[in-house]
Nanobody, 127 residues
Framework: QVQLVESGGGLVQAGGSLRLSCAAS????????MGWFRQAPGQERECVAA????????YYLDSTKGRFTISRNNAKNTVNLQMNSVEPEDTAVYYC????????????????????WGQGTQVTVSS
């Protein structure tokens, strides 16, 4: 059983930056493919970024490309999401998620492919 704990959410002005972190425990971190999802009120949960076990492969939602950066530290069991030039449309609850059973360079973007989820952290961007 993988436990995930997010931190770093909060209120930020449009154009500002925020860094989300997720600490994992309960399983060898390098065996996990990781993703960051977000869900706004009345919206579906969507994958904003994902990273493979090795960290070599990454994915970004089109609207976040060039603004968000996902990274992982397998020695510290953490995955981060650096959010720059944030927009009001980025307002949502952000979730860290883990997928298992993937090869070293693979990643997933569908929420149904993830087996463990954090509790979520609120990000609010004011205009």
């Amino acid at each position: 059983q993988v436990q995930l704990v997010e931190s770093g959410g909060g209120l930020v002005q449009a154009g500002g930056s925020l860094r989300l972190s997720c600490a994992a425990s309960g399983r060898t971190f390098s065996s996990l493919s990781m993703g960051w999802f977000r869900q706004a009120p009345g919206q579906e949960r969507e994958c904003v970024a994902a990273i493979s076990r090795s960290g070599v492969s990454t994915y970004y939602l089109d609207s976040t490309k060039g603004r968000f950066t996902i990274s992982r530290n397998n020695a510290k069991n953490t995955v981060n999401l650096q959010m720059n030039s944030v927009e009001p449309e980025d307002t949502a609850v952000y979730y860290c998620a883990a997928a298992i059973g993937l090869v070293y360079s693979a990643l997933r973007t569908r929420k149904d492919d993830y087996v463990s989820w954090g509790q979520g952290t609120q990000v609010t961007v004011s205009s």
